[in-house]
T-cell receptor, first 116, second 114 residues
């Protein structure tokens, strides 16, 4: 399967713990996005990478959240001191870029986080 | 930033054509209109994108009137497997940095019955 993969698919943690999620984009895609989705809502943008550079962060992304994309390949999203409000599906997407009009993003299956 | 409005839910039967309309009164001149589909516990999937008039691919058609203040996604002959949430998006774009984050609304839940 050459699509976007995410690991783990499910994560249950206790409040106050740190968690880290991994995303492997489609290999030739230089753009990578993280979104968060809660029940009944559409995905909300969190952050965006072009190659290894993090070019935009949403105001939703508090200081407890950090994302990296070393060497422009896979990406990690870490949440420190988790809170119950962090419970959501975390989605990763990648796109080929190369055009300002590139709206075709390929999403992974997501990581469902439950904070107890 | 253009905001989109679409019905919360729609019902249909297998074999029927389904049309989901989205309004986007404040669409910018350079914005494209994009539709995504999402099944439960999966990430969204790109369906179709257009700028004006009509676009057709193997799964859907997209109709956009001249004023571009609305668009209609048409799904021909739906089946049970088309039951999903459908999102209409008008992208938020940073022209300088080419950031291309997608702005999702709550979407339209399409329920196809036998």
């Amino acid at each position: 399967d050459t699509g976007v993969s995410q690991d783990p698919r499910h994560k249950i943690t206790k409040r106050g713990q740190n968690v880290t999620f991994r995303c492997d984009p489609i290999s030739e895609h230089n753009r990578l996005y993280w979104y968060r989705q809660t029940l009944g809502q559409g995905p909300e943008f969190l952050t965006y990478f072009q190659n290894e550079a993090q070019l935009e962060k949403s105001r939703l992304l508090s200081d407890r959240f950090s994302a990296e994309r070393p060497k422009g390949s896979f990406s990690t999203l870490e949440i420190q001191r988790t809170e119950q409000g962090d419970s959501a599906m975390y989605l990763c997407a990648s796109s080929l870029g190369g055009s300002v009009w590139d709206n075709e993003q390929f999403f992974g299956p997501g990581t469902r986080l439950t904070v107890l | 930033l253009a905001k989109t409005t679409q019905p919360i839910s729609m019902d249909s039967y297998e074999g029927q054509e389904v049309n989901i309309t989205c309004s986007h009164n404040n669409i910018a001149t350079n914005d494209y209109i994009t539709w995504y589909q999402q099944f439960p516990s999966q990430g969204p999937r790109f369906i179709i994108q257009g700028y004006k008039t009509k676009v057709t691919n193997e799964v859907a058609s997209l109709f956009i009137p001249a004023d571009r203040k609305s668009s209609t996604l048409s799904l021909p002959r739906v089946s049970l497997s088309d039951t999903a949430v459908y999102y209409c998006l008008v992208g938020d774009r940073d022209y300088g940095g080419a950031t291309n984050k997608l702005i999702f609304g709550t979407g339209t839940l399409l329920a196809v019955q036998p």
